[in-house]
Structure formats: structure tokens, C-alpha cells
């Protein structure tokens, strides 16, 4: 394993993310902590010192379960992060009842970093409120020797990334944001990694294989890049290539089972970045996946001057492909909340009038269509 320097401690490269632990029964609630708890011992016996967890994962119990199996060890082991719900506008007002309930729920008296959870879009006036500091909390907290390490993760766009940061950038010690060779143009991330550079504020990486995304590519994408590394897998390129962004000091994957974990392990004994070429390989592979995958919107806007609900078509298409590329149904949802009543894609009434006038042909009306099943099947 090899490790990265941040302050005055050495971080392992990988750490472990406990979002995806082994389950039984199918049930997200119910960890398997059998399974769990010789994850963690290899974890360590393997030089893997971070753990990462959250206050909402898996439904509560990850915090209960992590800080459970980690009690088995001395404390200065091992470096425990969780995070302040911050996705939730109606609990900023329980930030210290929050706090002490998940110190005694992990059993620690502090914490080695802590982090607000998923600023994005949802919450950041929240936090940029003129008339309050949202963090004055947590700054006591950390005086007081009970964080170590404050920082945040960020589903933020970059505008509202940077509003976060000339808010709070002078006290955030790190980031951690959604960083993978796919999501480098697609998301725009590079972008991001360019703001928190300017801001000297360490880069620590969530979805490195976009959940999965990119542990399974096309054999046709294998191909091109056994040319390079006939051995490696698609996992390892993933972290290949993170390896090779100076600003990343942290990489966090979520396994659920030992075969992930050992797998992982082997990888990050040496440090191997991409090379330029290989990189690009990445960045051409990305291209052509998107383009195959996504609708090919290009946000002109034309659509929405012919909507007669005024529907802003361009964002909903934009988190309709996040959805299929990560085959899941949340973004859709989480900016339908920011979408007027009666401007919702569920109020399109199919006049196909956007049609008509899109340069791309897309058939917005079976989006639309397709976004209101996937709606009344998630009510119900």
C-alpha cells in the first residue's frame, strides 16, 4: 500500500468506503457484519488506514457497524471520517444533536475528519445565508479537538462549488467530489479540480468507478486498452488514471465483498499513473460512451421557447442522462425539487411542440413520458 502526505499524517492511497457494504437479505439496512468485520481486518492488515461513512448510510447503520468493528482496534490506527447530513435543509437546525449522537453511535470521543454531506444546488443558500455562519458549530467542534480534519463533499455544480468556497474555503481542509476519466468531461469535473487547486484544498475522490459504472466496460473499449496494459483491469484503470492527478490525495471505493477489496488491494501496492497517451485513450473511450449512451442535447434552448409549461427541457435531458448512464433514478428526482409546480416534466401534456424546433431530434416527448412512469412507480 502505498500512502499520500496530507498535514501532518500519512493517508493510505485507497480507503475504505462504507456505503456499499455486504448486505443480507437483500435488504440495504442489514449489514453483514461477518463479512464486514474481516473486510475491515484486511483492510488493515493491508495497510488501508481511512474509513469513510455517512450519517444517512444504509438507512443509519453504517456509522453503528463501522464504529462497532473498528472499536476492536487502538484508536490511533486508523483515521475515521463520517459526514453532517447537509442534504437535509430540515436538520441543520440539529447540527449538535446530530453530532453527539454519531460520536456515542461509532463510540469515539473524536472524529479525524468530518465533512459536510453533498453540498449541491438543494442547499447551498443554506450555507451562504448572509445572516448566519452554517459552520460556526463545527468550528467549535474543531477546537475543541473533537474534529481533527473539517472538510465537505460536493454534487455541486461549479458555480455553486465556488460560491461554497468563497464562503467557507479558508476553512475547508479538503474536498471530496465525484472523479473518474468518464465523469472528467461529461460532468465537467476537470473544472472542479481547477477551482479547488486555486484554493490549495486536497482533492479526496468518491465514485472512482462511478458506482460500478466503469468496473464493466464494453469488451470493445478492453481492447483498445489491453494495447497499453495487457493485464489490467477496468477497476484499475480507473485508479490508474486517478494516480496520475497531482490534487487527488484520497481515493474512497465502496466494496461490498472480499473479492473487490482484494482485487484493490493489489492495485494500489504501487503507484502506476496513466501515461499523457493513455490518458487520452480514456478521454476518446468517454466520448464515444456518452454519445452511444446519452441523448445528444446540446441545451440550445430552442425547446423551451415553443413549451407551452415552460418545462426547462435542457436540464431535465441533462439529468435524464446522468440517470441512464449511471443506470439509477435519482438525479431526475432531486431536480424535479428545484423545478416550479406546474413546470415539472410531469406537467408536459405532450403537444410535442419542443420537437418540432429541436435540432437534434430528440423524441422529448417518450423522455417526458418515460420520466412520469418512473415517477408514479416510485410514489407508489
Known amino acids: 500500500m502505498y ?57 443509519g447503520n453504517s456509522e453503528r457497524v463501522v464504529g462497532k468493528l473498528l472499536k476492536e482496534y487502538p484508536r490511533d490506527s486508523f483515521y475515521l471520517a463520517t459526514k453532517f447530513p447537509s442534504y437535509d435543509a430540515s436538520l441543520f437546525s440539529r447540527m449538535p444533536e446530530i453530532f453527539e449522537e454519531q460520536l456515542e453511535k461509532m463510540q469515539v470521543d473524536y472524529f479525524d475528519f468530518y465533512l459536510m454531506h453533498n453540498v449541491n444546488r438543494l442547499n447551498i443558500n443554506l450555507f451562504v445565508n448572509p445572516e448566519r455562519n452554517a459552520l460556526d458549530y463545527f468550528y467549535e467542534q474543531k477546537e475543541n479537538g473533537r474534529i481533527r480534519h473539517l472538510g465537505f463533499s460536493a454534487h455541486a455544480d461549479y458555480d455553486d462549488l465556488k460560491k461554497y468556497l468563497e464562503a467557507y474555503g479558508d476553512h475547508m481542509e479538503f474536498c471530496q467530489i465525484q472523479l473518474n476519466w468518464l465523469d472528467w468531461d461529461f460532468q465537467n469535473a476537470k473544472k472542479r479540480v481547477e477551482l479547488l487547486k486555486e484554493y490549495h484544498i486536497p482533492i479526496w475522490v468518491m465514485e472512482p468507478v462511478r458506482g460500478g459504472k466503469l468496473a464493466s466496460i464494453p469488451e470493445e473499449y478492453m481492447e483498445k486498452l489491453r494495447k497499453y496494459r495487457p493485464d489490467a483491469t477496468a477497476p484499475e484503470w480507473c485508479f490508474r488514471f486517478l494516480q496520475a492527478i497531482p490534487e487527488v490525495t484520497m481515493i474512497l471505493s465502496g466494496m461490498s465483498n472480499m473479492e473487490q477489496l482484494e482485487e484493490n488491494v493489489k492495485t494500489f501496492a504501487s503507484k502506476e499513473p496513466v501515461s499523457d497517451e493513455e490518458r487520452d485513450l480514456l478521454f476518446e473511450i468517454a466520448r464515444d460512451f456518452v454519445n452511444k449512451n446519452t441523448l445528444p442535447c446540446t441545451a440550445c434552448r430552442y425547446c423551451t421557447s415553443y413549451c407551452p409549461n415552460n418545462i426547462d427541457i435542457p436540464e431535465v435531458i441533462a439529468s435524464y442522462n446522468e440517470d441512464k448512464l449511471s443506470g439509477s433514478f435519482f438525479r431526475v428526482p432531486m431536480m424535479m425539487r428545484r423545478l416550479p409546480d406546474g413546470c415539472k416534466p410531469t406537467d408536459c401534456v405532450g403537444c410535442r411542440s419542443c420537437e418540432e424546433v429541436c435540432p437534434q431530434e430528440i423524441k422529448i416527448s417518450e423522455v417526458m413520458a418515460d420520466i412520469m412512469e418512473r415517477v408514479e412507480k416510485q410514489n407508489k
Open 3 to 59: 500512502y499520500n502526505g496530507f498535514k501532518d499524517v500519512k493517508l493510505s492511497g485507497l480507503g475504505m468506503g462504507n456505503m456499499r457494504l455486504p448486505i443480507l437479505e437483500g435488504d440495504s439496512s442489514k449489514i453483514d457484519e461477518d463479512l464486514a468485520r474481516k473486510m475491515i481486518a484486511y483492510c488493515l492488515e493491508s495497510g488501508i488506514n481511512y474509513f469513510d461513512t455517512a450519517y444517512g448510510y444504509h438507512g
